[in-house]
């Protein structure tokens, strides 16, 4: 028996006994994939928030802080006079 | 925006109806020659098919031309080698249900056997989905096939799960 027999008997084995599928499978597959869908939106949705809300909070800091300024210098004394 | 998105649900759903319309009979027997479930009888077949249905309905919008059967059944194989791995801890109680054509074999001669002889996977794709050599991959193939043509006298559940634990 060579190996192409061999597969064929397996798959005749395989083939013998056929399930039949159940009616309510479709209407579950599509719950649960809807509920995968909304829940993966949804938490694309707050990414989308939190990035906003850090970069506008970001820009407000720097806006009122304005880190880029040099700060006025207070150990050296006033140069007066000269 | 709403409303695209109404289309969009409308169009995914109607090709997936159509989807599970051709390929869930064939998935599900895969499946229930997978868990060696009898055919009337196969609870746990049907919920990995579900799940596997669920995960390619979710992804349906971006499939980008790629077979959703390829991606059911991948997802079908991989689902149930991570749920083996689970729930087969102990030796000789994948043997519960000894009713499918394939129950004398372990759960992961099965899946070999399924996805090569049934579903006509090609040798390296099926390594590359299981992450085995593809020797191997041939080897358990071979071993598959002569266990179930030329079953053993005295099946001992004990020394073929000693066997097969290790790898």
Known sequence: MNRAEREAAVRRIMDRTVPSVPPELYGEAVRRGGRMLRRRRAARCLMWLLLIAASVAFLVWALTVQPWVEPPSDTTPPLTDW | ?167
Not at chain 2, 104 to 133: C, D, M, S
């Open chain 2, 1 to 167: 925006m709403r409303q695209r998105q109404a289309a969009q649900g409308a169009r995914r759903a109607r090709e997936f109806e159509a989807f599970v319309a051709g390929a869930a009979g064939r998935l599900l027997h895969a499946a229930t020659l997978l868990t060696a479930e009898a055919p009337r009888d196969n609870p746990r077949a049907r919920r990995l098919l579900t799940l596997a249905l669920a995960h390619t309905y979710a992804h349906w919008d971006g499939l980008r031309g790629e077979d959703p059967y390829d991606r059911a059944r991948e997802y079908l194989a991989t689902r149930f080698a991570r749920g083996v791995w689970h729930r087969y801890g102990g030796f000789g109680r994948a043997r519960r249900h000894p009713a499918g054509p394939l129950a004398r074999l372990t759960p992961q001669e099965r899946l070999i056997l399924v996805l090569r002889l049934y579903e006509g996977v090609a040798e390296e794709q099926a390594a590359a989905l299981l992450g085995l050599p593809v020797e191997r991959v041939r080897s358990i193939c071979d071993r598959a096939t002569a266990t179930l043509l030329h079953p053993p006298r005295d099946p001992a559940p004990a020394v073929s799960g000693a066997r097969v634990a290790p790898s």
